[in-house]
């Protein structure tokens, strides 16, 4: 009769577990990632700072749908690329710097 018992007061326990519900949003804004950025430079986005361009190297910044002001700064403050950029929907855009001279 104990052997019984244990299986079915388990069952019974199993049974009385509190309903699980997972709910997950999706963000659809559209975002940007830098190219070609030089060491230690500063990223802009309509006029705040937002880090160093490097840590958007292969990683993105989510932004609203719109037109945005893309600014990439030197390390001394000295502006080095300006880029005005129109984004709407899931896009990823790629701010690409032109390459520095040898």
């Known amino acids: 009769m104990k052997r019984l018992l244990i299986p079915a007061l388990a069952l ?10 997972v709910t997950r949003t999706v963000d659809s804004r559209p975002s940007l990632t ?5 060491a230690f430079a500063t990223l802009s986005v309509d006029g705040v700072a937002v880090g160093k361009a490097n840590d958007f190297i292969g990683r993105s910044i989510r932004v ?3 037109k945005h002001v893309v600014r990439v700064y030197a390390e001394d403050g000295k502006l080095i690329h300006e880029e005005t950029v129109f984004v709407s ?3 990823v855009r790629q701010i690409t710097l032109p ?4």
């Not at 019974?12 to 519900?21: I, K, V």
């Not at 390459?99 to 040898?102: C, F, I, N, S, T």
């Open 12 to 21: 019974a326990l199993a049974a009385c577990s509190n309903p699980h519900e």
């Open 64 to 66: 609203e749908p719109g």
């Open 89 to 91: 929907g899931a896009v």
């Open 99 to 102: 390459e520095a001279p040898l």
């Open 34 to 38: 830098v190219a070609n950025a030089p």
